[in-house]
């Protein structure tokens, strides 16, 4: 429902891009990873289980030891969670990147269709003033404000500066 009212309310503006980012069970699943592993809850919990860990195997609890010192298992379960938490960084910046992607083409748009009504506005007032005979000199910097804005031109300016 929520969809179809952006799609809707996308195609009464004119706008292509819709300001919905479509989250695919996997934005879900990373969304929800980010969430835990980048909370100060988690990282309270984490430094408790090493602290927790290495007194117990370091005989300061006064219990057996499972992973005597260096604590091989506690290295390999730190490795294994790095990679984790690296990978979820990267898959947490490229949905950002999408998102990033679709906000500067919504921005865009709206500055075009700002531009067209500008320009509309710009023509009407001017036409307005001619009518009442309020001005009549021919002024330039107007004129050219009231010329529409090439879109091509605009791209080529664009990719020539890239």
């Known amino acids: 429902m929520k969809k179809e009212k952006n799609t809707a309310a996308s195609e009464k503006t004119g706008l292509k891009s819709s300001l919905d980012l479509t989250k695919t069970r996997g934005d879900q699943i990373a969304i929800g990873v980010i969430n835990v592993l980048g909370s100060i809850s988690f990282l309270i919990s984490c430094l ?74 710009l023509t009407m007032l001017h036409e307005i003033h001619q009518k009442l005979g309020i001005s009549s000199d021919t002024d330039q910097e107007l004129e050219e404000m009231k010329k529409n804005t090439d879109l091509k031109k605009l791209r080529q300016r664009i990719d020539q500066k890239e």
Do not use: Y
């Open 48 to 121: 408790a289980f090493f602290f927790l860990w290495i007194s117990w195997n370091a005989r300061l609890l006064g219990l057996r030891p499972f992973d005597p010192f260096p604590f091989p298992i506690l290295e390999m379960l730190v490795s294994l969670f790095a990679i984790i938490l690296s990978v979820s960084v990267l898959i947490n910046q490229n949905r950002q990147g999408r998102i990033e992607k679709i906000r500067q083409q919504v921005e865009f748009e709206v500055n075009i269709k700002a531009e067209e009504e500008i320009t509309k506005m």
